[in-house]
């Protein structure tokens, strides 16, 4: 029997399937996030995320080294705050001596080639666990907007390259880009979390710093008024079209693996840079079966990062940059 076309001819052999990949998966294509707390020397292991730290700022800079000498060329940073710098309108967010403000030019002084992109929401700071501020029990868009302009520009001060507003709300991109271009931040970027889904896959997260949204009547139980409804699709599309027209450099698809359609329909459609967060809850449950030896760990980060290029991101948000950096590298 002649078979005319025989897709496994150039599987035969390792050259040949070097030659005919598609896909280059690489340590320029890692974010790593990192969590900060107060203290010297301290470190901290996060439960549910085997392998991730809270550190404080001394040994955050020590590990923003290694990453850079591994290859990764981007750290994205949320702050664990202490519960009595909390309060409704997320001041301590654009304190100058904040935490943020003091990790961003620690890290800056230390490692000054890498991309130092801070988290941009009101969470980590609010006495609600929410990203943005209660008012009657809603969260209020446009007060959020404000306070959000208020603590990218103390973020750009501090020396941040890139602000990554993660909060959702509607017109913050036009509002954090009018702020900065007002005091003379013409060259910090915006990282949009265009489309961002109300997901359970950010459990591991909340719990590294205390910012799930607390148990109290009078304030929304969730985040779905502003976080997107994972039924949807079309949806992530019309978000992303908005925060382009507003001025964003990059847009961001979160979570990652189950979201990879919405990243190759906003693939299809978009020219700028896409970024994709693996989220806490996706690495959580990688390293859960690993642990249990019931998949090989760095088989399935190697897999799991280069599907998310594959689909379409250009960077990878992703708590196995590290690891992945040193398999990449060996
Ligand atoms: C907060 C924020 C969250 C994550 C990134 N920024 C949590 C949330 O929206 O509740 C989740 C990241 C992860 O799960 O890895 N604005």
């Not at 040994?59 to 994205?76: A, D, M, P, W, Y």
Request: aromatic share 6%; net charge negative; proline share 4%.
């Amino acid at each position: 029997m002649i078979i005319n076309s025989r897709n496994r001819r150039l599987r035969t052999t390792p050259a040949l399937r070097a030659l005919v990949q598609e896909t280059v998966l690489t340590t320029n294509d890692f974010v790593m996030p990192i969590f900060v707390m107060e203290g010297s020397q301290k470190q901290e292991p996060i439960s549910a995320m085997p392998g991730i730290f809270r550190r404080s700022i001394d040994l955050t800079v020590q590990e923003c080294r290694e990453l850079f000498s591994l290859g990764i060329k981007g750290v994205n940073l949320y702050m664990k705050v202490s519960e009595d710098l909390k309060d409704n309108t997320g001041k301590e967010a654009w304190n100058k001596n904040g935490l943020m403000q003091n990790t961003i030019k620690a890290i800056k002084d230390a490692v000054p080639e890498m991309v130092i992109m801070p988290d941009v929401a009101l969470d980590p700071y609010s006495m609600y666990g929410h990203d943005g501020i209660i008012n009657n029990g809603k969260i209020d868009n446009d007060a959020t907007n404000e306070a959000l302009v208020k603590m990218s520009v103390s973020l750009a001060e501090a020396g941040a390259d890139i602000m990554a507003p993660s909060d959702m709300m509607d017109g913050r991109v036009a509002a954090i880009r009018q702020g900065l271009e007002e005091n003379g931040f013409t060259d910090v970027g915006i990282l949009s979390y265009a489309a961002k889904y109300a997901s359970s896959f950010y459990g591991p997260f909340r719990t590294a710093l205390d910012s799930a949204p607390k148990e109290n009547q009078d304030i929304p139980k969730d985040k779905k008024t502003y976080q997107m409804d994972f039924h949807n699709s079309r949806e992530a599309l019309d978000e992303v079209l908005k925060d382009v027209a507003e001025g964003a450099d990059i847009i961001m698809i979160k979570p990652g693996i189950p979201y990879l359609d919405i990243v190759s329909k906003v693939r299809d459609m978009i020219d700028l840079p896409i970024a994709v967060y693996n989220v806490s809850g996706e690495y959580a449950m990688l390293k859960a079966a690993a642990q249990n030896g019931w998949l090989d760990n760095d088989k399935a980060i190697i897999e799991s990062l280069t599907c998310i290029k594959r689909a379409g991101a250009d960077m990878i948000f992703t708590y196995a940059a590290k690891e992945a950096a040193i398999l990449l590298n060996s």
